[in-house]
């Protein structure tokens, strides 16, 4: 039985570790761009779009398709980074923990 009740507090410590860096993470941003800068969108650790910068100079009326190609590959570069990012920080708790959790983050 102390074996489970050490686990238990582990579970509970892990799961406010866990609940801090979420806040924390929600605060923090990340940048990516496409087309040389021209399109940059900027995500939370929530993977919330903060921002949207088109530069003018990719806003061509003949060509929509491509500025379509440009905001899309921003947006999913920033999520990807964003994600990235909260996986390993949550990583960063469990592995603390000595637990192993593959495929949770």
């Avoid at 892990?14 to 761009?33: F, V």
Wanted: aromatic content about 0%.
């Amino acid at each position: 039985m102390k074996g489970l009740g050490n686990m238990m507090r582990q579970a509970q410590q892990m799961q406010k570790k866990m609940a801090k860096i979420q806040e924390e993470l929600a605060e923090k941003t990340i940048e990516a761009s496409s087309g040389g800068g021209m399109v940059t969108c900027k995500v939370s650790g929530k993977q919330d779009i903060l921002e949207l910068k088109i530069s003018p100079e990719v806003v061509d009326p003949d060509d929509v398709e491509m500025l379509q190609d440009l905001v899309i590959a921003a947006v999913s570069e920033a999520i990807k980074k964003s994600q990235e990012m909260v996986a390993n920080e949550m990583g960063k708790v469990a592995g603390g923990m000595g637990l192993n959790l593959p495929g949770l983050f």
